[in-house]
């Protein structure tokens, strides 16, 4: 596989996650209105939905989701468009991804803070060092 088709799947990895998420957010929350009985219109603002549902799990790790990979999918992009997509971006690109999949894991489901923090931590390094090293490694 070619890095730049390596990197558009990294990419693609990630929206696919973050689609996963969203459903699970959406049966979970669907499920929980209609085991409680909650009208939709009572959850219309994410105030009165978080004071209402008790599993707001997927929905806090669906907003994460378009936080840190932000900088992920510019940082793709901008591979993409100076054609500069060496071997360990591809590498790192992935490791970011497998990082942000147990993250997601850990967030929607047994939620251990402390683990959670620590694969977010490892991420958000991954991330900033590639940012680095892909600016120094430009080609002048």
């Not at 490791?95 to 490892?122: K, P």
């Amino acid at each position: 596989m070619e890095p730049r088709e390596a990197l558009i799947g990294a990419a693609l990895a990630l929206v696919v996650l973050t689609v996963g998420v969203s459903m699970l957010m959406l049966v979970t929350r669907l499920k929980e209105a209609r085991v409680k009985r909650i009208h939709p219109q009572a959850m219309a603002t994410s105030i009165q939905m978080a004071s209402r549902l008790e599993n707001i799990q997927p929905a806090d790790n669906y907003r994460n989701l378009f936080e840190a990979p932000v900088l992920f999918y510019a940082l793709i992009a901008i591979a993409l468009a100076v054609d500069h997509t060496p071997p360990w971006l591809v590498s790192g690109a992935w490791v970011f991804v497998w990082l942000r999949i147990a993250h997601s894991f850990i967030h929607c489901t047994y939620n251990r803070v402390f683990h959670r923090l620590a694969v977010f931590a490892a991420g958000f390094a991954v991330l900033i060092g590639l940012w680095i090293t892909f600016f120094l490694t430009l080609p002048r």
